[in-house]
Each structure stands twice: as C-alpha cells, then as structure tokens.
C-alpha cells in the first residue's frame, strides 16, 4: 500500500540533540543564542552581533551548534583569539565543547555552554533521501521555508547538488507550476552576464534585440543564480532592487516591470570573505543570505554513496544495474574521495551503464574502468565534451581497461591538437605532461600510421622530429672505419 506524502514526511522524521550556547558582548550586554542555525559577529549591522569596533571585519566569525559542541569559524581579516585557546586564523574552524572567552578585535565576547536541545531530522525532501545527519537537518529547515518568500542561498563545491536542491525546492512549493531558470554565471561571459540576468530592448545598443529578463521569463517561478559571486558590484546592486522592489527594468526599458519571482542563489567561495575584501556588497549579501545552507562534500557524505547510486541508476533509466555492482565496487565506491562531489559520480555511474549495456546487460557494472576513462578527461573544462569522449572511448573499445585507457589518450590529444592548431607546447600545457610525452604518444604514432593521413599541422611535425634527431645526435661523432 503506498503511503500519502503526509505520512511518508512523519515516519522520516527523527530528533537529535544539538548543543546551544550564549554569547554576549562584555562592553554593550548584547547577546545571542547560538543553535543548529549558523550566526555571525561582525562589524556591519547586517550580523547577529553587531560589534562597533574599527579593528572587526565586516563579518568577522560565524558560530553553529552541532551535536558535538559548537562550531566557530573565523572569516576575518586580522584573526579571531580565544583567550587562554589558540587563534584562529582566516577559513580556520574549532569546536568549542565548553565555556570560553573570545576577543575579536578589541572586543571582548563572553562564551558559555547553554546544554543540549531537541533538533529535527528529515531523511527525505520531495525525491531527495539521505542518511547523513547534515542532510537531513537542511532537508527539515528546507521543508519549513517552502512557501516562504525569503531568498535562499546554497554554499558548497562543484557537483554537490546546489541545482538539484533548488529544483527540488521549486517543485515542493505553490510555484510548481511555474517556470524554474538556472543562471550558471561560471558559463556565460562576464560582460554578458547583466544583460543575460536583465535583459534589453531592441536599440538598447547597436544590433541589440529585444530579450527577456531571466526574471520576467521565470515570473510566478524560481530563479536559480549559480555561482552569484562573479556579478559585477552593479549588477548586484539591480538584483538587490528585484530582491526588495519586485520589479526589473531591462537595458533601454522606460518603466521597470513587476515580477514575483523566488531567488535562490549558489556559490563555492564564502561570500562572507569577499565582503570584507570589498568584492561583494554587504547590504546584498544580507538580503541573498537571510537563509543559508552549506552543503557537505560527498566524501563526507559515505553513508549516502549506495542510496544516491540507486537513485542515480534509476534516473539513468537502468535500476536493475545495481544488482550488477559487486560488494567490492560498492566498498571502494565508498571509500573514493570524489573530488568531483555528486556530479562526478553521476558521470562514472552513466560510463558504467555504457558499458554494461554494450555487455548485453551481463557481468558487473564496471565503475573501476569508467572513473579510469573519466580521470583521463578531468582538464576538459566543458561537461558536454569530455561526456562525448567518454563515450566515444568507451564505445570503440570493450571493457579492457589498457584499450580503453590508450583510446581515451588519442582522443584527448586529437582535441588539443585541434583547439591548438597542432602547437606540442600548447598541447602540453593543457593536458599537464611535457612536450616530449605529447610528441611520443600523439604525433609519432599520427605520423608513424601507415593507414592514416598525415595530421593537420604536418610541417610542425616534421619540424619537431628533425629538432628531435638533431637533440639525440651526439656532439663528436666518432669516423666509422672503412671495412
């Protein structure tokens, strides 16, 4: 029988205790209670604790309770001390199990351990699931600020599911309906980006034509802006105005439009420190930042690596495949780093299917010799290209990893040799191997290839061997004797 979405959501609820803490300003008497939900010292007034002192950074340090004690992380210029501690330096962390004094500047802060409360926990959130505790505490606070207007901002590394949970976070709310608009910043040139996110109108500028702000396309909807660090100072300043106003004027637009749209906005860096190096606006940064979450790594997420392996076969189409991985595959699978978070497992895991599907669906998910092919492409900077070698790698050659691997070589260099014009300093560059590896493994065996025509830079080849034969020719040749 299946079970309502009201009573699949209490059944995945659970409680943890999470510590809390006091912190109070020992000049003013000012304090705040520090819980699960991170909160921040600072000079601007903007933080939590606002700290009227010249020698704190706009947003000095940030304090989050957690199961442990309480999380303090400094995001200063000149360094938090915890007086009878150690310092702390910038992007440096402690955990803090009992009381304590602190000076920030020259500001002293009173610490004190307040005991343990009672935390919610959500193993799912729509057709997300964890087991991981920090998982599961964003998914409840996720659940809360469903329909609610304010902005939400996601931190966290490439390929650790920002899009996904904003997506999520869309269909779970009154906006379903509506459009849901990704703005990858990191994939649009940075003197595009105001008028991609605002638009124009025809005329605005010579050979302009009329587009559409992001905004007023995803009226009613979700607007997902990744990597929201890389807008210019005035460009952050007209999201400020859609933010608070509601309204949006395109390039050469007479009157602004109105729209009601709901912000949620990513990044990998700390916004907090590009606010104190005077990158980003502080007044923007607290109105995109009223709700935040940091999203773990995946290497700190093991305990989801076979949950989110099934739910990434299913999504591929090929649930049946996890019976195909061995208990061997699933260990190691689970104890690989997966630098590329989320994303990169997703890509193995579809290489695997590519091959498993060749195989007649018969044998193991071979996920060893697809991460083998990935690795190969890891410096290809577009996803949609180094999917494409991947894929021609795995399809030209069965599951013997030395063919696979020589195969994926080929076809790197055969891209270098044509996005550089065949220069072997460039190509090394690239794909990070000397000149001499590029030489020896791509345009001796091009040139070398009876069945082959000559490569497109034939005269840089030939030059490269002679070079090379006159290098390995010894200085003083000795006279050979006349038999």
Same mark, same amino acid.
Request: glycine share 8%; net charge positive.
């Given at each position: 029988?299946? =079970?309502?979405?009201?009573?699949?959501?209490? *059944?995945?609820?659970?409680?943890?205790?999470? !510590? =809390?803490?006091?912190?109070?300003?020992?000049?003013?008497?000012?304090r705040i209670v520090i819980g699960d939900v991170p909160r921040f010292v600072g000079r601007d007034d903007m933080n939590n604790l606002c700290v009227d002192d010249p020698?704190?950074?706009?947003?000095?340090?940030?304090? &989050?309770?957690?199961? /442990?004690?309480?999380?303090? *992380?400094?995001? #200063? %210029?000149n360094g938090t001390l915890i007086?009878?501690?150690?310092?702390?330096?910038?992007?440096?962390?402690?955990?803090? =199990?009992?009381?304590?004094?602190?000076?920030?500047?020259?500001?002293?802060?009173?610490? #004190?351990?307040?005991g343990p409360a009672e935390q919610s926990l959500a193993r799912t959130f729509g057709p997300l699931e964890s087991v991981t505790m920090e998982m599961q505490r964003i998914f409840v606070h996720l659940r809360e600020q469903v329909d609610k207007p304010a902005p939400i901002h996601l931190t966290g590394e490439a390929g650790t599911g920002k899009r996904h949970l904003a997506e999520t976070l869309h269909q779970a709310s009154k906006r379903a309906g509506k459009p849901f608009?990704?703005?990858?910043?990191?994939?649009?040139? /940075?003197?595009?980006?105001?008028?991609?996110?605002?638009?124009?109108?025809?005329?605005?500028?010579?050979?302009?034509? %009329?587009?559409? *702000?992001?905004?007023?396309?995803?009226?009613?909807?979700?607007?997902?802006?990744?990597?929201?660090?890389?807008? *210019?100072?005035?460009a952050q300043v007209r999201l400020l105005r859609v933010v608070e106003e509601k309204e949006v004027r395109s390039w050469g637009q007479a009157r602004a439009r109105k729209v009601d749209v709901r912000i949620v906005t990513g990044n990998r860096q700390d916004l907090a420190r590009l606010v104190n190096e005077d990158v980003f606006h502080a007044d923007v940064y607290a109105r995109l930042c009223q709700v935040r979450f940091q999203l773990p790594l995946l290497r700190e997420r093991r305990h989801d690596i076979e949950l989110l392996t099934r739910q990434i076969l299913t999504t591929l189409g090929q649930p049946k495949a996890f019976g195909a991985l061995s208990t061997? &595959?699933?260990?190691?699978?689970?104890? /690989?780093?997966?630098?590329?978070?989320? !994303?990169?497992?997703?890509?193995v895991l579809s290489g695997a299917v590519d091959l498993w599907m060749r195989a007649a669906q018969s044998g193991r998910l071979d996920v060893e010799t697809a991460f083998a092919v990935h690795r190969e492409f890891d410096h290809v900077r577009s996803e949609a290209a180094r999917q494409d070698l991947v894929s021609q790698a795995l399809t030209r050659h069965g &599951?013997?990893?030395r063919d696979v691997h020589r195969e994926a070589t080929r076809l790197v260099y055969e891209m270098l040799a044509r996005e550089t014009g065949g220069n072997i300093a460039a190509m090394a560059r690239r794909a990070g191997v000397s000149r001499h590896h590029v030489y020896k493994h791509y345009f001796n065996k091009q040139s070398d290839a009876a069945t082959e025509s000559p490569p497109a830079s034939s005269d840089r080849v030939r030059r490269a061997k002679a070079a090379s034969k006159v290098r390995s020719a010894p200085?003083?040749? %000795?006279?050979?004797?006349r038999a």
């Open positions: 029988m299946k =079970r309502t979405s009201d009573e699949r959501t209490a *059944s995945d609820e659970r409680s943890v205790k999470i !510590q =809390r803490a006091l912190l109070e300003c020992a000049e003013t008497g000012e020698k704190v950074t706009k947003v000095h340090c940030g304090l &989050t309770g957690t199961n /442990h004690g309480v999380l303090l *992380s400094d995001r #200063s %210029k007086i009878g501690g150690e310092v702390l330096i910038t992007g440096q962390y402690v955990l803090l =199990r009992r009381d304590a004094t602190i000076r920030v500047g020259d500001t002293v802060l009173k610490f #004190s351990m307040r608009v990704v703005v990858d910043c990191k994939t649009i040139p /940075h003197d595009q980006l105001d008028a991609e996110l605002f638009g124009h109108e025809a005329g605005a500028f010579p050979g302009a034509k %009329k587009k559409e *702000s992001v905004f007023a396309v995803a009226d009613g909807g979700t607007v997902f802006i990744n990597e929201v660090e890389r807008l *210019s100072l005035e061997d &595959t699933l260990d190691w699978m689970k104890k /690989h780093d997966w630098r590329g978070n989320i !994303q990169q497992l997703r890509d &599951t013997k990893l200085a003083n040749p %000795k006279k050979t004797r």
